[in-house]
């Protein structure tokens, strides 16, 4: 499989070159050639297939020659080490739990493919520059970049974090691994940080030291495996023979695109609605054509507070770039932080669950399309557990007393982190 950039201005590469390199060099993100169309005997007799035996059949035309078809497999069969549970919420409305992964959020599988990855691409190659992961997070991105390459060999992370702006687990997930993971505590905002590392990536005085890669959903090895989770549900719930309907809080829209490849490997899906907060950019352009991304704005589902979502030209490229196209399998709905804590406490009290804000988004967005379409089966997302997002639950639902086991012992561990002042300390930290 070749990757070519959406810019058009840089070479086709290979999966390993995409990985590696993470933006082409023309800053096109890369996309792949083609979407192999997996055959009808696999989505028959899909129920009859192990998690492992399903990721290893959607992701060997993704990767190709890259990786051999025996260390695939044990990638794959790694990296998904722990459930993807379905909860049935109410008649025809489910939740899919993607939160029960080392750092409770779904971007665990991403970072953790990504880095296997690039672990199995630097020991082929022999290679003995070390690659250095320069990563910025508003908060799940960091810990689940941490976590994934914890330990990696030949890959030092560096993960700059806004001090004060991320909820206090999230802080103890990015500071307290040590080994090759190091956390940057900046006196600044999440733009900030990204700003320093964009700059970093152009600085040659960085780049001609130290071998850089990003590692958010821009990468194709955090984006293309999430196609799984839509899968791994379309299996369980094919038997039901309603038409699916996904409901997906999205903010960078990396996770909702992974969910339209699988549709377009030949996976039935009647809908996709992409649920926003007040960062309403998609919502306006569906409606007007227009893309006008606004100044962001902060909310409750602070993981989706973006206004120019970077995945949203992989998006548009399913559809053959057309709106029109787009819009036959596609919905977009914006909620602001008030309507995101009523749907928290009818989910508590009406359903007798507990949704993290990001999900209770997802759930407004699937209840307005089942209003029109009252006989599909439809499952929102929950993205991240609601213990991360503790200011914002339990004023809401109470205190949450079940903490899971990820979290014990997390809180009494010791914080390491360096503060950065400005984009000099940065370079320090780097040289
Ligand atoms: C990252 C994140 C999102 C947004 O996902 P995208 O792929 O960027 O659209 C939603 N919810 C949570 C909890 C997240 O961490």
Redesign the pocket.
């Known amino acids: 499989m070749k990757y070519y950039s959406l810019n058009h201005k840089a070479p086709e590469v290979t999966f390993d070159e995409a990985v590696i390199k993470g933006i082409a060099p023309d800053k096109g993100l890369y996309f792949p050639e083609n979407v192999p169309v997996l055959p009808a005997s696999f989505w028959d007799r899909i129920e009859t297939l192990s998690h492992n035996e399903i990721a290893y059949q959607v992701m060997q035309p993704f990767v190709g020659d890259s990786i051999d078809a025996s260390s695939l497999r044990e990638i794959v069969a790694d990296v998904l080490s722990f459930d993807f549970p379905i909860v049935e919420l109410e008649e025809n409305v489910a939740t899919l739990e993607l939160f029960h992964g080392p750092t409770m ?3 665990d599988v991403g970072a953790r493919f990504m880095a296997r990855c690039l672990g199995y691409f630097l020991e082929k190659r022999e290679q003995t520059q070390e690659i250095t992961v320069l990563v910025a997070t508003s ?3 960091g810990g689940a970049v941490a976590r994934g390459f914890y330990k990696v060999p030949g890959i030092q992370v560096v993960i700059l974090y806004p001090s004060g702006k991320v909820s206090d687990i999230q802080e103890k997930q990015l500071t307290t691994l040590g080994e090759n993971i190091t956390a940057l505590e900046v006196d600044g905002t999440f733009d900030d940080c990204q700003a320093m590392v964009k700059r970093a990536f152009l600085d040659q005085e960085i780049t001609s030291k130290r071998q850089l890669t990003s590692a958010n ?1 821009i990468n194709v090895a955090r984006w293309l495996p ?1 196609c799984l989770y839509y899968i791994f549900t379309y299996k369980e719930l094919k038997k039901n023979g309603k038409e699916l309907v996904f409901s ?10 992974a969910g339209m490849v699988a549709h377009h490997m030949g996976m039935p899906v009647q809908q996709f609605i992409a649920a926003v907060n007040s960062n309403n950019t998609i919502p306006r352009f569906m409606q007007s054509g227009d893309y006008a991304p606004a100044q962001t704005v902060a909310t409750i ?1 602070n ?2 507070d ?1 206004s120019d ?1 970077s ?1 949203f030209v992989r998006v548009l490229q399913l559809f053959e770039n057309s709106r029109n196209t787009l819009s036959r399998k596609f919905t977009t709905h914006s909620y602001c932080d008030n309507a995101t804590r009523a749907a928290m406490k009818e989910i508590h009290e009406r359903l007798d669950y507990i949704a ?1 804000p ?1 999900g209770a988004v997802g759930y407004l967005g699937l209840k307005e399309y089942l209003k029109e379409h009252p006989d599909s089966y439809g499952v929102f997302l929950e ?2 557990h609601p213990v ?1 997002f503790l200011p914002a639950v339990e004023p809401v639902v109470g205190k949450i007393m079940d903490l899971p086991e990820q979290v014990m012992g997390l809180m009494d561990r010791e914080k390491i982190a360096s503060r950065i002042l400005d984009y000099e300390s940065l370079k320090n930290s780097l040289k």
């Open positions: 959020a779904f971007k908060g799940d991105t959903s999430q997906v809080p999205s903010g960078n829209f990396g996770n909702i695109c589902s993981a989706m973006v979502p995945n993290d990001h993205t991240a991360k």
